[in-house]
């Protein structure tokens, strides 16, 4: 409940996942959680090397020694100790160690025998393109103005790579006014400030330009055309002002803007960019002097997103002709997806054209997703759900439980190093083939890891695991509260799975807590309405304490919206003042209200929700939707307008 706006080679893994390694499980686990904490701060004798030699994590202790002695180390010492740990994810950090250890000594070959292709990361990427330089030159040069070509500030580590690209005509005066242009676009004023000393007297009447342009914008109407020696500053200066003046003043923008287009010499990339912003700007603030320039251009620009934009317009205003339009101008993939064949569906049926419209709902209703199962629904069928499903015997689970990977991640979990042990289970799941990721999966579940179990259905691709990612995690909890307070228990589910994604630990960056997402503050206030202690800031994480408060504050949405979890789910999330809001001037289908619903995460979180509880509660039923209907007749055919709120 947020209440705003609103995760290399496989053949060492194959090796080591498929082969029992006859090491101990485990030797002291003390002795190592006191040995890593040592490492860390590189208290070396208080380790006691004979208590954690062997130990299953003894590999975590060697990675702070050598990363401590680094860049004191030959290149070999570091690819030695990768391959040692190529199956863990110690060897891409200590890779990641010695570049910047490597590029910051100034010993580059060093750093390029330890690569493999550039690194992540803007302070590795340039001592890797310095180190590159001269040995393959072209590459580093590119890879230089990919990294100066940006509005923000650098690192200093890439002060000599910037500098050798500036001696050799890697980086011009004309970069260098385009990025001048990238940090105004930014906000970035002091990067402007060092950027313009580093321009010469030619480009005196470009930087007054800019100084008229940041006092007004609709003064590019005004200023020269050619900006810069022979033009070649003018598209990055009127990309940047029009950038700020699309923003500030849609309207005037495009009035400027039609008055300019013809006259000035700029690249098609830039001519692309200010008008896609305009037309964005102009359908989300809704400019109604703009919206037929914008039907003119949107067809040139060719941009899926706009044109999603567009037809959720054309909704808006029941435009179904104009709809059927845009919508068959979609790229294929975006026009295929279930929710714009769902509303070509709508679009036809209304307009009486039902083979065209049930041909539409049938791929429609070939997702798994709230406009697919709406879809079903039209043509009275079950949902689509597409399961899979994996067995393994108890033969090959007793091996995988013995894998390198999984006694790591136990060990880890053990010494409450849990951000390591995620790190090791992930990485694992990345390098897997299809078979190992599965059978992690299958480990995760029976281990009840139901957050990890999750994460690594989404990292290993497993879209059509269900029961993987959507496992009947902490179920008894749900039914219980659900029966409680009225609610159906697979809306809960579909909630927290949505919320946390089943990590009990979860925290929003607006400080939403745990597996249902409550903020602390509204937590206090649903503990004094049932009457029990409060549960503070940690009590809320609780799984029982956590779904019992947001069960209950979900049944409130409920209780508010007269029965209607649609409207219930889109309050839980951007809160009920917006719900209450959003109602008053909604259109009465329950299709478009949640296409009507202003905030894209607030929309798709309505749609996830209730897709979500279709599928438990499938689930729940041996995978068969037959009976379960994702909407209640009363949900389809009420009018969704302010007569939905129990208090007007």
Same mark, same amino acid.
């Given at each position: 409940?947020?209440?705003?706006?609103?995760?290399?080679?496989?053949? #060492?893994?194959?090796? #080591?996942? #498929?082969?029992?390694?006859?090491?101990?499980?485990?030797?002291?686990?003390?002795?190592?959680?006191?040995?890593?904490?040592?490492?860390?701060?590189? %208290?070396?004798?208080?380790?006691?090397?004979?208590?954690?030699?062997?130990?299953?994590?003894?590999?975590?202790?060697?990675?702070?020694?050598?990363?401590?002695?680094?860049?004191?180390?030959?290149?070999? %010492?570091?690819?030695?100790?990768?391959?040692?740990?190529?199956?863990?994810?110690?060897?891409?950090?200590?890779?990641?160690?010695?570049?910047?250890?490597?590029?910051?000594?100034?010993?580059?070959?060093?750093?390029?025998?330890?690569?493999?292709?550039?690194?992540?990361?803007?302070?590795?990427?340039?001592?890797?393109?310095?180190?590159?330089?001269?040995?393959?030159?072209? #590459?580093?040069?590119?890879?230089?103005?990919?990294?100066?070509?940006?509005?923000?500030?650098?690192?200093?580590?890439?002060?000599?790579?910037?500098?050798?690209?500036?001696?050799?005509?890697?980086?011009?005066?004309?970069?260098?006014?385009?990025?001048?242009?990238?940090?105004?676009?930014?906000?970035?004023?002091?990067?402007?400030?060092?950027?313009?000393?580093?321009?010469?007297?030619?480009?005196?009447?470009?930087?007054?330009?800019?100084?008229?342009?940041?006092?007004?914008?609709?003064?590019?109407?005004?200023?020269?055309?050619?900006?810069?020696?022979?033009?070649?500053?003018?598209?990055?200066?009127?990309?940047?002002?029009?950038?700020?003046?699309?923003?500030?003043?849609?309207?005037?923008?495009?009035?400027?803007?039609?008055?300019?287009?013809?006259?000035?010499?700029?690249?098609?990339?830039?001519? %692309?960019?200010?008008?896609?912003?305009?037309?964005?700007?102009?359908?989300?603030?809704?400019?109604?002097?703009?919206?037929?320039?914008?039907?003119?251009?949107?067809?040139?620009?060719?941009?899926?997103?706009?044109?999603?934009?567009?037809?959720?317009?054309?909704?808006?205003?029941?435009?179904?002709?104009?709809?059927?339009?845009?919508?068959?101008?979609?790229?294929?993939?975006?026009?295929?997806?279930?929710?714009?064949?769902?509303?070509?569906?709508?679009?036809?049926?209304?307009?009486?054209?039902?083979?065209?419209?049930?041909?539409?709902?049938?791929?429609?209703?070939?997702?798994?997703?709230?406009?697919?199962?709406?879809?079903?629904?039209?043509?009275?069928?079950?949902?689509?759900?597409?399961?899979?499903?994996?067995?393994?015997?108890?033969?090959?689970?007793?091996?995988?439980?013995?894998?390198?990977?999984?006694?790591?991640?136990?060990?880890?979990?053990?010494?409450?190093?849990?951000?390591?042990?995620?790190?090791?289970?992930?990485?694992?799941?990345?390098?897997?083939?299809?078979?190992?990721?599965?059978?992690?999966?299958?480990?995760?579940?029976?281990?009840?890891?139901?957050?990890?179990?999750? %994460?690594?259905?989404?990292?290993?691709?497993?879209?059509?695991?269900?029961?993987?990612?959507?496992?009947?995690?902490?179920?008894?909890?749900?039914?219980?509260?659900?029966?409680?307070?009225?609610?159906?228990?697979?809306?809960?589910?579909?909630?927290?799975?949505?919320?946390?994604?089943?990590?009990?630990?979860?925290?929003?960056?607006?400080?939403?807590?745990?597996?249902?997402?409550?903020?602390?503050?509204?937590?206090?206030?649903?503990?004094?309405?049932?009457?029990?202690?409060?549960?503070?800031?940690?009590?809320?994480?609780?799984?029982?304490?956590?779904?019992?408060?947001?069960?209950?504050?979900?049944?409130?949405?409920?209780?508010?919206?007269?029965?209607?979890?649609?409207?219930?789910?889109?309050?839980?999330?951007?809160?009920?003042?917006?719900?209450?809001?959003?109602?008053?001037?909604?259109?009465?289908?329950?299709?478009?209200?949640?296409?009507?619903?202003?905030?894209?995460?607030?929309?798709?979180?309505?749609?996830?929700?209730?897709?979500?509880?279709?599928?438990?509660?499938?689930?729940?039923?041996?995978?068969?939707?037959?009976?379960?209907?994702?909407?209640?007749?009363?949900?389809?055919?009420?009018?969704?307008?302010?007569?939905?709120?129990?208090?007007?």
């Amino acid at each position: 409940m947020h209440h705003k706006s609103l995760v290399r080679g496989l053949s #060492t893994l194959v090796t #080591t996942l #498929t082969l029992s390694v006859s090491l101990p499980l485990f030797a002291d686990d003390r002795a190592m959680r006191e040995a890593l904490e040592a490492a860390r701060s590189q %208290q070396w004798s208080r380790i006691d090397q004979s208590a954690v030699d062997g130990h299953i994590l003894a590999g975590y202790i060697e990675y702070h020694r050598l990363r401590h002695q680094l860049p004191h180390v030959e290149p070999n %010492q570091v690819l030695d100790f990768m391959a040692r740990h190529a199956d863990s994810p110690l060897a891409e950090w200590m890779r990641g160690q010695a570049q910047s250890q490597y590029g910051q000594a100034g010993r580059y070959s060093d750093l390029l025998a330890v690569s493999d292709g550039p690194p992540a990361g803007g302070e590795r990427q340039c001592y890797y393109y310095t180190a590159l330089h001269d040995r393959d030159p072209a #590459t580093a040069v590119q890879g230089g103005r990919d990294l100066w070509l940006v509005g923000h500030s650098q690192s200093s580590a890439c002060d000599p790579l910037f500098s050798r690209l500036r001696a050799n005509g890697g980086i011009t005066a004309d970069d260098i006014w385009e990025r001048k242009m990238l940090a105004w676009q930014s906000g970035e004023s002091g990067l402007m400030s060092f950027l313009g000393r580093q321009l010469g007297s030619d480009w005196q009447g470009a930087r007054d330009a800019v100084e008229v342009l940041s006092r007004d914008y609709a003064a590019i109407t005004r200023v020269p055309t050619h900006i810069g020696p022979n033009g070649a500053g003018s598209g990055p200066l009127f990309a940047a002002a029009m950038h700020g003046f699309t923003r500030a003043d849609t309207e005037a923008a495009l009035e400027a803007w039609r008055k300019i287009a013809a006259h000035i010499p700029i690249e098609s990339h830039h001519r %692309q960019e200010i008008e896609h912003d305009l037309a964005f700007y102009s359908m989300v603030r809704n400019v109604t002097h703009n919206l037929a320039w914008v039907d003119d251009v949107l067809p040139r620009l060719a941009s899926g997103s706009l044109l999603e934009l567009r037809v959720r317009n054309a909704l808006a205003s029941r435009d179904w002709s104009g709809a059927i339009g845009w919508i068959e101008m979609m790229p294929e993939e975006t026009r295929l997806d279930s929710r714009w064949q769902y509303w070509l569906a709508r679009a036809k049926e209304i307009q009486g054209d039902s083979i065209a419209a049930n041909q539409a709902y049938a791929r429609a209703a070939q997702g798994r997703n709230f406009f697919g199962f709406a879809a079903s629904d039209r043509l009275g069928q079950p949902y689509s759900l597409g399961l899979e499903r994996a067995s393994f015997n108890e033969e090959y689970r007793s091996e995988v439980a013995q894998w390198p990977v999984v006694q790591r991640t136990h060990a880890l979990m053990r010494i409450g190093e849990q951000g390591l042990a995620n790190s090791e289970w992930y990485s694992a799941i990345e390098r897997a083939n299809e078979e190992q990721a599965r059978a992690l999966a299958d480990y995760a579940q029976r281990q009840g890891w139901y957050a990890k179990l999750v %994460q690594t259905t989404i990292t290993g691709r497993m879209w059509d695991a269900l029961d993987w990612r959507f496992p009947e995690a902490y179920r008894e909890s749900f039914m219980r509260w659900g029966e409680s307070t009225g609610v159906d228990p697979y809306l809960l589910m579909g909630i927290a799975r949505r919320e946390s994604a089943y990590n009990t630990e979860a925290l929003s960056p607006a400080g939403a807590r745990g597996l249902m997402q409550l903020m602390p503050g509204t937590a206090t206030l649903l503990a004094r309405q049932l009457g029990i202690s409060d549960p503070g800031p940690y009590g809320v994480l609780e799984p029982e304490m956590n779904i019992r408060l947001g069960s209950t504050y979900i049944r409130d949405m409920i209780d508010r919206y007269r029965g209607n979890r649609l409207a219930a789910a889109a309050a839980y999330n951007a809160g009920p003042g917006r719900v209450d809001r959003w109602l008053r001037d909604a259109p009465e289908e329950f299709d478009l209200f949640v296409e009507s619903i202003p905030f894209r995460e607030t929309r798709d979180y309505v749609q996830a929700v209730l897709a979500y509880r279709v599928i438990f509660e499938s689930l729940a039923n041996g995978g068969n939707t037959d009976g379960i209907a994702m909407l209640s007749a009363h949900e389809t055919n009420v009018r969704y307008d302010a007569s939905l709120l129990a208090r007007n």
